[in-house]
């Protein structure tokens, strides 16, 4: 918190700061003088009636009466990564939403609405990376015109936590009863690492599509129709993992997407009774090493924010998180 002279906190933020990252600290509880104080930072997504709305990194918002501000000043955004790849929001919004192309798309500015018959989230969201070209109101009636046609729900994807993420339509679509029903996180580092692992991969086995086994460990989706088969098929260049086990069902299974410098894990899938033994990992190294073979050299995935096993594994193979993203239903 910014300290003036004679030890004294001020407030150095204003409505018309709405959009950028701030720090601001206030009063808890009662606000009576001398109380403990609660410090936020994030980005402030609106400034009305007296109350300031700040949406954390983790997509969280807090709501904070201008009443018990106690000081708060516009800091920059998050320092650049010190560790593996450097790469814009942006940059891996289109990389992510290209490991999962839906059945059917349609711009609206420069909005993507997708669709693929409610198999995934991110396949049957709109990515809105930009200006819809019309008015808020305007764009959201027609995406919840276009997704009621197809007898889908109408969801957004926005994200939180980085350079250029949406932390002020988040809270727009919050504020018109978007409900947020999903978040997750993307994580980023460095390839090589990966395909370093010192595990055995001999019994892991690569190919260009999916067989039933591998589709029956996956188990994320109802009916295993063919806009499943479109969805996990696309993507530039994509590997299908498997590890064999005791029947037709692999013991673990993993998908990956080769896209220019980029290599996507995703789908890692261990059979539960054979877990803690490193098949997940053999996986992942397999898949690395293909990877590395056809010149990718950064890696991403997507992790829910409470799978602990997963974020703990993770870690130690050196990726970390790069920004939150969440999806908004439209209200019924």
Request: with cysteine; aromatic share 8%.
């Amino acid at each position: 918190m910014e300290i003036i002279g004679g030890g004294l906190l001020e407030v150095h933020i204003k409505p018309t700061d709405v959009g950028k990252r701030v720090s601001v600290r206030c009063l808890s509880g009662t606000g009576i003088p001398g109380q403990k104080f609660t410090d936020t930072v994030g980005v402030l997504t609106s400034w009305t009636q007296g109350v300031l709305l700040i949406t954390r990194r983790d997509g969280e918002a807090v709501h904070i009466a201008e009443s018990t501000l106690v000081a708060g000043k516009v800091i920059p955004a998050a320092p650049a990564r010190r560790r593996g790849p450097a790469a814009s929001f942006e940059e891996l919004a289109r990389v992510t939403a290209r490991a999962w192309e839906p059945v059917e798309s349609e711009p609206l500015g420069a909005w993507t609405l997708r669709g693929a018959s409610g198999f995934t989230r991110r396949a049957n969201s709109v990515l809105p990376l930009g200006d819809p070209g019309r008015p808020l109101d305007d764009a959201l009636a027609y995406v919840r015109d276009w997704y009621a046609r197809r007898a889908l729900p109408a969801y957004v994807q926005i994200a939180t936590g980085a350079e250029g993420t949406q932390e002020v339509l988040g809270a727009e679509l919050a504020r018109r009863g978007w409900g947020r029903e999903v978040s997750a996180q993307v994580w980023i580092g460095a390839l090589a690492p990966v395909g370093d692992l010192d595990v055995d991969t001999d019994l892991v086995r690569l190919a260009r599509s999916y067989d039933e086994g591998w589709l029956r460990r996956y188990q994320r989706f109802g009916t295993p129709g063919p806009h499943v088969g479109r969805v996990l098929g696309s993507g530039p260049s994509t590997w299908f993992a498997s590890v064999p086990g005791t029947g037709e069902v692999p013991a673990a299974i993993g998908r990956c997407v080769v896209d220019g410098r980029w290599a996507g894990f995703m789908a890692v899938e261990v059979d539960p009774e054979q877990r803690r033994q490193g098949l997940g990992t053999a996986v992942m190294a397999a898949l690395a090493r293909r990877a590395l073979d056809e010149g990718a050299s950064a890696a991403w995935l997507q992790v829910e924010e409470d799978n602990e096993a997963a974020r703990a594994l993770y870690g130690g193979m050196g990726f970390s998180v790069h920004h939150s993203y969440h999806h908004y239903r439209a209200a019924e």
